[in-house]
């Protein structure tokens, strides 16, 4: 099972940073990367990083959140800057074993509320 942490109550402008680990032993994931959903919205891609190091970012967040991984701890983090109050969200870290989801074994972590005031 993944583990995330970080989430919270943030300003408009402000940042937070999430952190998502898996709990126990696990191999190593090719992609990890983070979704949100909103109230009454789908769950959508935030950004998203792969072992080698390629990230991918939704246009929304692009310029304002960095996604960044270590690999020898399986470990995933998302720095968010400049927040906005359309960034609240309930916020779920994702891992996956190959770069399609297409056969893939993958995980999801519970979510961390992320709220930001204007």
């Known amino acids: 099972q993944l583990q995330a942490s970080g989430g919270g109550l943030a300003q408009a402008g402000g940042s937070l940073r999430l952190s998502c680990a898996p709990s126990?032993?696990?191999?190593?994931?090719?992609?990890m990367g983070w979704y949100r959903q909103a109230p009454g919205k789908q769950r959508e891609l935030v950004a998203e990083?792969?072992?080698?190091?390629?990230?991918l970012y939704e246009d929304p967040v692009k310029g304002r959140f960095t996604i960044s991984r270590d690999n020898a701890e399986n470990t995933v983090y998302l720095q968010m800057s400049h927040l906005k109050p359309e960034d609240t969200a309930v916020y779920y870290c994702?891992?996956?074993?190959?770069?399609?989801?297409?056969?893939?074994?993958?995980?999801w972590g519970p979510g961390t509320q992320v709220t930001v005031s204007s």
């Open positions: 126990g032993r696990f191999f190593s994931f090719v992609v």
């Open positions: 994702n891992a996956r074993t190959t770069r399609s989801w297409l056969g893939t074994n993958s995980y």
């Open positions: 990083v792969t072992d080698s190091g390629d990230t």
